[in-house]
């Protein structure tokens, strides 16, 4: 389908208020947009200028309730997500949900890239979480888990940077694309002195790499690294680096977050539909309020015309 997908997210947060205004604000062509979603929920929240195709997912009106965390509402998020997969639009470009209702409803995933990875994967492909602002990117090598359980295998690395390289090329149409790899400890362990994944996991993973000619630096102390980036941003110059490659989720979205705000963009790759999403989530202390700022949603939209 030659379309752009947007779900709403949980009807319980700000997804459908931040559509409506980006769709408003943008205002595509109504046979470039399909909404998956419900009209009584998009009625709830706003109204659309134009009068864009609507995917029904049922939900009942007395369901709405800005700010809750509610099994329906996950239902519906976890509904809205599946079809999308099914529909196999141009792109997707998804509104936050919440977690914890996803599981209120018993769909235990630990996001929407792994229920998007569920339905769309195939050949052993993986879907990775890739920041964007501007030339401003971060790769994620683990995503949504405890500090504490944060495992990664040299195999793991490989794989993931890989699949990297091939998006820059396929995505970005950028043939050589340079990587900088964070340490995983402070100062990069400190040759073993402050922790061995570096020694035992990123550096054996870099060699190989190196040796399939993927331009990629040895570990870096991120801070340092993420201070020079922040500065080429903010300055609007030309980075050292095509991509920043982060080893937990916190690590990576902190300086990309502080220094680009709304303007980033959550991407995933490594699947064959390309899907964005706002930077943010559901806002649910805003949510019915219509204060809800779109510039991510935006954001998100933009990225994938």
């Known amino acids: 389908m030659n379309k752009i997908a947007i779900t709403t997210g949980d009807p319980n947060g700000i997804g459908a208020e931040i559509t409506i205004k980006a769709l408003n604000e ?105 920041f964007v602002a501007g030339n401003f990117r971060v790769l994620l090598l683990t995503r949504h888990c405890a500090l504490k359980e944060i495992s990664l295998t040299k195999e793991i690395v490989i794989e993931k940077i890989r699949n990297l390289s091939e998006t820059f090329k396929t995505n970005f149409g950028i043939l050589h694309p340079k990587f900088a790899l964070c340490g995983f400890n402070p100062h990069s362990g400190e040759e073993g002195i402050l922790g061995r994944e570096e020694i035992d996991i990123l550096i054996p993973a870099v060699k190989a790499l190196q040796a399939e000619e993927i331009n990629i630096t040895m570990p870096l102390p991120a801070d340092t690294l993420f201070v020079k980036a922040a500065k080429h941003y903010l300055n609007n110059e030309i980075d050292d680096y095509d991509c920043y490659i982060a080893n937990y989720h916190d690590q990576g979205l902190i300086p990309i977050k502080t220094v680009a705000g709304d303007k980033t963009v959550n991407t995933t790759i490594g699947l064959d539909i390309l899907r964005t999403s706002p930077g943010h989530g559901t806002a649910f202390d805003i949510a019915g309020k219509n204060i809800a700022d779109p510039t991510s949603m935006i954001e998100a939209i933009k990225s994938v015309l």
């Open 26 to 130: 943008l205002n595509l062509p109504k046979d470039k947009i399909l909404i998956i979603s419900n009209s009584k929920v998009l009625d709830y929240y706003g109204n659309l200028k134009l009068d864009y195709e609507v995917v029904e997912i049922p939900y009942d009106t007395e369901n709405i309730k800005p700010g809750q965390i509610t099994q329906e509402a996950g239902e519906f998020s976890f509904q809205s997500l599946k079809k999308v997969c099914e529909i196999k639009p141009q792109a997707i470009v998804t509104a936050p949900v919440a977690k914890n209702a996803l599981h209120l409803a018993n769909h235990h995933f630990n996001g929407q890239t792994e229920i998007l990875q569920k339905y769309l994967a195939h050949n052993n492909q993986l879907a990775e979480m890739l």
